[in-house]
């Protein structure tokens, strides 16, 4: 432990700026109602708590920002760099508050507690009331996420400044151990809070009513801290003032977590409409159902994003197998596909005879089994004997899977514009699905919207070039109006532009996409429509493109 400074000699004269540490003037000595030891031991539990709170706030931002808007990577890169240049700024402010730092600590987690609070709840609203508002609303949750990465940073840099000056005067020692005793406090503190939000906060509380309980608790460690450590360093006033602040803050935080259920059941309709039947978070993802009875269309939603239309599922996932099962077709894979309805398409097929399914979600797999419309919708098609379900990552399932065991591999996966899926469309992991083809096997993969994102489709078509396969490209058109259906995100506002969905066939010789003469008729598809298909997809045809890698992704957000 760091030894206090000697004492100086007798008869000489010690500045005032010696006695109560750099910045000159600040009244009498502490009289603190504690030891110094002691003192120390709650600044710097205070210093714990409070970097274990911010580091919530922050994750908080990254993962409501990366759910609600997508593109993980953007939306971490904005936050982080975001809160970093504010929390240098901060850190610069805060030095004119150190005549009165305990007054200003204070202040700054009552503010720290409100803002980060309340954050996760306010970016959802402004998502959820305005996101199909359109015009200078278009961008508000970006702007909102922008606006508390920089209200938290600016408060976050604030709280260190201060603290160095109120541990210094409790016992005064040299900078460079106050500074490393702090620094200590402080990075302890953001691991706890880095792990408690994956495993702790966002599992049991979810983001709202976590990111309102680490606000409680900055509000009451920052307020007790100053108030019962350093009380007799403030006035009355100031006593006053930042008591009443840390009651009203503690009261809107507890308001709204007493509301929270009430404010997420009015978001979720406000986004999807009044006939919410279904809401639940599994261990990977948010999954909601609307719809399914009286008549009305079955939407099943992940993370935000439209997965299954009722209205033109069947359009999409006809599209997605038929082509694919023309040749041998014994064995099947389905990556993805957890709600069933690939594998119904599937099963239609006469001489299957087992079908694998490799579903990250063990969540939507029992939703697809057990909810009545959802069963219903995929023919309860994962209850059948022929069918084998795995819960494991698509590209860990594969790096297992033994060579050349499936006639065909359907990959049904979201867009690899979302960045958990970027991998599930990288060289790497066509070149572990070319592995598990037969010789004579078919690979066919959904690869996004044609029209809107040619980039992104013709980059899934590259990829599987440059993994040694060969290709044909097709798309699907008719998707109606409303959410985008299919694994692509698009809301009401954005669903004009994505009108088709795009597939690639692959296989090791040259495929031509048609149907089985011998299989079932599909509903929406004939061969003449799947070569029409073909000739619309090929007219917009982007060459030169570089296939997406592992460590170079290559698709758009």
């Known amino acids: 432990m760091i030894e206090p400074q000697a004492p100086a000699p007798p008869g000489s004269t010690q500045s005032r700026e010696d006695a109560y540490g750099p910045g000159g003037d600040h009244g009498s000595p502490l009289c603190l109602p504690v ?23 922050e994750l908080e931002l990254v993962a409501l920002a990366a759910y609600l808007m997508g593109d993980s990577v953007a939306q971490t890169s904005v936050v982080l760099s975001v809160m970093v240049f504010a929390m240098g700024i901060g850190s610069l402010a805060a030095k004119g508050l ?38 200078v609303w278009a961008n508000g949750p970006r702007a909102l996420v922008v606006a508390f990465s920089l ?13 160095m000056e109120l541990i210094q005067r409790i016992r005064r020692q040299d900078a460079g151990g106050a500074v490393a005793d702090l620094s200590a406090a402080d990075y302890v503190g953001a691991l706890v809070g880095g792990l408690a939000f994956p495993f702790l906060l966002l599992p049991l509380l979810g983001q709202l009513t976590g990111a309102l309980i680490t606000g409680a608790v900055n509000a009451v460690v920052g307020g007790a801290l100053v108030l019962g450590l350093f009380r007799r360093d403030l006035t009355a006033r100031a006593r006053r003032l930042l008591v009443g602040a840390n009651v009203c803050v ?7 977590a007493v509301l929270v259920d009430d404010f997420e059941r009015a978001a979720r309709h406000a986004m999807y409409g009044s006939d919410v039947r279904v809401a639940l978070r599994t261990d990977v993802q948010e999954v909601l159902l609307t719809g399914g009875r009286d008549g009305r269309p079955l939407n099943l939603f992940l993370d935000g994003r439209l997965r299954v239309a009722g209205r033109d599922e069947l359009r999409y996932h006809e599209a997605l197998v038929h082509p694919a099962m023309h040749g041998p077709h014994g064995r099947v894979l ?66 297992g899977a033994p060579p050349a065991a499936y006639d065909v591999v359907v990959s049904d996966l979201p867009h690899p514009g979302i960045t958990a899926s970027t991998k599930l469309y990288s060289q790497e992991f066509y070149g572990l699905t070319r592995r ?10 959904h690869g996004g919207a044609v029209e809107s994102r040619p980039r992104d489709f013709w980059t899934v078509d590259a990829t599987l070039r440059a993994a ?18 299919g694994p692509d995100r698009g809301a009401v506002a954005t669903a004009h532009a994505h009108r088709d969905w795009g597939f690639v066939l692959a296989a090791r ?49």
């Not at 120390?40 to 919530?56: E, M, Q």
């Not at 609070?117 to 959820?128: E, I, K, N, P, T």
């Not at 009261?251 to 709204?256: E, I, P």
């Open 35 to 57: 030891r110094q030891g002691t003192g120390r031991f709650l600044v710097l539990a205070g210093v714990f708590v409070c970097a274990a709170c911010g580091l919530v706030y």
């Open 98 to 135: 150190r005549r009165h730092a305990a007054a200003g600590f204070g202040a700054v987690e009552a503010a720290l507690a409100l803002v980060g609070g309340c954050s996760a709840m306010a970016l959802y609203a402004v998502f959820a009331w305005t996101g199909d508002w359109g015009g």
């Open 151 to 163: 209200t938290t940073g600016l408060l976050i840099g604030a709280e260190v400044p201060l603290l």
């Open 250 to 256: 503690l009261v809107v935080l507890a308001s709204a």
């Open 334 to 399: 389905v990556l993805g596909g957890g709600d069933g309805l690939a594998v119904r398409e599937v099963l239609r097929h006469p001489g299957v005879r087992r079908v694998d399914v490799v579903e990250i979600d063990a969540g939507v797999v029992r939703l697809a089994r057990r909810d009545p419309a959802l069963s219903a919708l995929n023919a309860h098609a994962l209850d059948d004997p022929r069918v084998r379900v795995a819960t494991a990552d698509a590209f860990d399932w594969l790096r």
């Open 436 to 445: 598990v083809l037969a010789p004579a096997g078919r690979l066919v993969v």
């Open 468 to 485: 040694g396969l060969r290709t044909a490209a097709y798309r699907a058109s008719g998707r109606r109006d409303g959410f985008a259906a």
């Open 509 to 557: 010789n040259a495929p031509v996409p048609r149907l089985d003469p011998s299989g079932p008729p599909p509903r929406t598809l004939t061969d003449s429509s799947l070569a029409a298909d073909v000739r619309a997809a090929e007219r917009t045809r982007v060459t030169g493109l570089p296939p997406s890698t592992l460590v170079h992704p290559r698709y758009g957000g």
